[in-house]
């Protein structure tokens, strides 16, 4: 008798559990970001020393992380990046947070994926003005080096492509859960405030939910920027047309993140426009035609704050020494 | 009886342990580095957002962190450090670890402690080329930092003054102990090799150790770059002299600390040498009219190398969003 008491007890007990529990909210368009499953922290580990270290860059200077400060919401908040010689890139810095998301890298999308994008920028002439060949060479000169190298990747000789693995398995791990509003998706109703909420209501009414949308806000698509009035701020930036050469791709762009979208002004990929209020409208008008009033921009703006996330907690990594065969820093122009 | 017993064993076992407890060798004329003592965390984690700050610049692009980096030695591993709009310094990048027990700072010794060194580089138009209203102005602009600012000094109002005191005590934080000549200097027979102490033997007996000493291992006094044959390398830097204007105080510089020097090459004011062998060599003639030989060059290199101590383990910032009140990024040159 005591036993079935004890059950019976028991049982009410956990329905109570699951009655309490906040319910998530699965019907939404927007899905939380997520911790990567399957991580070896040691190639993580290689790939954080390797995404700060300034001698992947000819100058010794610039690293992945001049460019994606994760200080600074995974970019530079700079119009345009500074490259080598102080030169001035041609496109805004995207975010390396969440990056793992997007359908491809880079504006364009010309890299397939994160292994591919980190050999982009170490061998551009305008951005770390290395070569791959530079970078290895470098790299091999270090024990330290190559003792990691072999301990992650079983060889005895390290190439370009264990650097990509190994930046792009860090980068894997540059994930922001836990916003406001992923919280508020878990089924937390207290998590948004009344204005935030108005703000993602109009967010979906407005139809900026059809581009952005999906775990990362955005990301998983190209989208024409000025779809409905052409945007003449920049029109010599082709965008996705570099990459397929098709005329009907011109101004074409990967759709970027929203995540931590107050962390990452300036904004669009001409990096012209400072004021996420402003960005809002740019969005409403080019792309769907519509002007918003100042509430119902506001109220977006108060959505778009909730969407920042934990920022990854970096411990500041301590890269080992240059040797005698360490190819020097070349700083000239 | 018993109670006889037990005070008597536990006095014996005391005894052992002090018996057993390695005794410090107090006599050397290199002291341990120590761990400050009072510090405040909060002004320190503020200080510490300040070192990584690249708003502090005009670009928005360098901070102190792109030419004291943290991830190597303190200091930027270049000839000399690049500033705003790739304007090279004229002179080397001497280390920010241990940088509180300098006498002064600067190779010329013009800022008197870290508090007033923290002031010069954001206002120098070489190097970070903003001004210490504009870095006010950055910072005011934004809530956070505007709320912990007042929390750590209790000011309504950011003042220069203040930015520099936060910064001043995050670098005192940055010091580097348990190096393993500490460990010998703390008693550990084993912390050095046979090889080590003689390297650090030679260093005494050649008389490198008169101006490098003290916890520092150097960083205590001014001396002449050439005091016994003349260095003929660079001529123009004019050290000392440029702070004092006396002409017995040409070539004059900061004997810099010896602490982690194989984290911190190229080596000397002008950047000149890269092997820690040939910067010795260079030190034995030029200072005290010695030629080593390759095996006590050798030695002394690998006693310099038991100086690496532990690097500061630092968690990379957040730092809070810009607002529309931020003054914009300048990246003109």
Redesign the interface.
Same mark, same amino acid.
């Given at each position: 008798m005591k036993t079935i008491y004890m059950i019976a007890g028991f049982y009410l007990f956990v329905s109570s559990i699951n009655f309490l529990q906040a319910k998530p909210r699965t019907g939404e368009p927007i899905q939380p970001i997520k911790r990567p499953s399957k991580v070896n922290p040691k190639e993580v580990e290689l790939g954080k020393k390797l995404f700060?270290e300034?001698?992947l860059s000819k100058?010794?200077?610039i690293s992945c992380n001049?460019c994606h %400060? @994760?200080?600074?919401?995974g970019a530079? %908040? @700079?119009?345009s990046s500074?490259g080598h010689?102080?030169q001035?890139g041609p496109i805004n810095s995207p975010t390396v947070l969440n990056s793992s998301y997007n359908l491809a890298q880079f504006w364009d999308g010309r890299a397939k994926d994160l292994f591919e994008q980190a050999g982009g920028p170490i061998a551009n002439p305008g951005e770390m003005a290395s070569t791959h060949a530079l970078a290895v060479k470098t790299l091999s000169s270090i024990p330290e080096y190559r003792k990691e190298f072999k301990r992650v990747y079983g060889t005895k000789k390290i190439k370009i492509e264990h650097v990509q693995r190994a930046i792009a398995a860090f980068e894997k791990t540059l994930v922001t859960p836990n916003s406001r509003f992923d919280k508020w998706l878990g089924g937390d109703d207290k998590a948004l405030s009344k204005h935030e909420l108005t703000g993602y209501q109009n967010f979906k009414k407005f139809g900026c939910i059809t581009c952005h949308n999906g775990p990362a806000v955005g990301s998983n698509s190209f989208q024409k920027f000025g779809m409905v009035h052409p945007y003449t701020k920049d029109t010599k930036t082709l965008g996705r047309f570099n990459v397929t050469k098709k005329p009907a791709d011109k101004y074409f762009f990967k759709v970027p993140t929203l995540r931590n979208i107050?962390?990452t002004?300036p904004y669009f990929h001409d990096g012209e426009t400072?004021?996420l209020a402003e960005a809002v409208k740019i969005m409403a008008w080019h792309q769907l035609g519509l002007k918003p009033n100042k509430d119902e921009v506001k109220s977006i703006v108060a959505f778009l704050k909730t969407l920042t996330g934990e920022?990854p907690?970096?411990?500041?990594?301590?890269?080992p020494?240059?040797t005698?065969a360490t190819p020097?820093?070349d700083?000239t122009?």
């Open positions: 700060f300034p001698r100058s010794g200077f001049s %400060n @994760l200080a600074t919401g530079d %908040n @700079l119009k500074i010689g102080w001035l107050e962390l002004a400072w004021s920022q907690k970096i411990v500041y990594p301590v890269l020494p240059s005698g020097r820093p700083t122009k």
